[in-house]
C-alpha cells in the first residue's frame, strides 16, 4: 500500500488527477471506476482542465460509478447522476452511452445489482476505481457491519451517513435511507485502487483503514489486501 500525504485539498486533487490521466493515456478505452461526494471534486476540475487544454481525450473511455440512492430519478439534482453529470460528463468527451451508474430507480434493486456485477465482470473490471471514505470507514456504500459484501447489493444508509450527506439536501428527512453500492468483490477486483481522503476530520479513519485490523467494522480496512492500492490524505 503506497500512502501519500499533501499539505493541500488541490495538491492531492491534482496528483489523483495525473494518476488517473496516465491511466487513460496509456489506455484510451480505459475503465474508470468513480466516486461521488465532496472529496474528488478537485480531481474532477483538475481533469476537465487537461481535457479542454487538450491533452486528455476520454472518447474512448467507460465509466462505472460506485453507488446511487434509491428512489431518485437521474434528473434528481441530488441523484449521483446529476452530480458526475455537474462534475465531469458533461465537461469532457465521454459517450454519454458508456457512463454507467446503479439504477437508484430500478424495481429490484438486488436484480439491478446482479446486473451492474454482470455489467463489470464484461467489461473486465475498472482499470482504476477512485474512492472517497466516510467517517465510519465506509467506500462507495458499504457500511460498518459484521461482515464485507462482495455483491453490488442495495444498503441501509448509515444514520451518520445520512446526516453528513444532509448538507447537500433541504433537510435531513430529504436524504433517501437507502442506495445501491458497488460490492468490495467489484472494488476490490479494481487493477488498482486510489483513494482520496481530506481534513483532519477523516484523520482517524484513514489510519485505521491504513494500518489497523482488516474489518468489516472499518470496511475500508480490507483494500489493506488489495495488490496496487495508493492512499492519499489532504492535510487541509
Ligand atoms: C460516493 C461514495 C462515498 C463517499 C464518502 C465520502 O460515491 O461512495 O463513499 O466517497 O461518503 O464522502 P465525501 O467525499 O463527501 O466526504
Do not use: C, W
Not at 146 to 169: C, E, G, M, Y
Request: proline share 6%; glycine share 8%.
Amino acid at each position: 500500500m503506497n500512502i501519500q500525504t499533501f499539505p493541500s485539498y488541490d495538491d492531492m486533487s491534482l496528483h489523483a488527477a495525473q494518476i488517473i490521466a496516465n491511466v487513460v493515456r496509456t489506455k484510451p478505452d480505459a475503465v474508470l471506476g468513480l466516486a461521488t461526494g465532496s472529496t474528488p471534486i478537485g480531481t474532477y476540475r483538475h481533469l476537465v482542465r487537461m481535457h479542454k487544454e487538450g491533452t486528455l481525450d476520454f472518447s474512448r473511455v467507460t465509466t462505472v460509478n460506485l453507488d446511487e440512492y434509491i428512489g431518485l430519478p437521474d434528473t434528481h439534482e441530488q441523484s449521483y447522476r446529476r452530480f458526475m453529470e455537474e462534475h465531469l460528463f458533461q465537461h469532457v468527451n465521454l459517450d454519454p452511452a458508456r457512463t454507467f451508474l446503479p439504477d437508484g430507480m430500478a424495481e429490484d434493486p438486488v436484480a439491478e445489482g446482479a446486473r451492474y456485477d454482470e455489467l463489470i465482470r464484461r467489461l473486465g473490471g475498472t482499470d482504476i476505481q477512485l474512492l472517497g471514505i466516510g467517517y465510519d470507514g465506509h467506500i462507495g456504500f458499504n457500511e460498518p457491519g459484521d461482515v464485507f459484501v462482495k455483491a453490488t447489493h442495495p444498503v441501509d444508509l448509515d444514520p451518520s451517513t445520512i446526516q453528513a450527506n444532509a448538507r447537500f439536501f433541504a433537510s435531513e428527512a430529504e436524504v433517501p435511507r437507502r442506495a445501491i453500492t458497488m460490492g468490495m468483490g467489484a472494488i476490490m477486483g479494481a487493477h488498482r485502487v486510489l483513494l482520496l481522503a481530506s481534513g483532519q476530520g477523516k484523520k482517524a479513519v484513514f489510519d485505521a483503514s491504513a494500518n489497523g485490523p482488516i474489518v468489516p467494522q472499518v470496511p475500508a480496512s480490507i483494500l489493506q489486501l488489495h495488490p496496487d492500492v495508493t492512499m492519499m490524505f489532504a492535510e487541509g
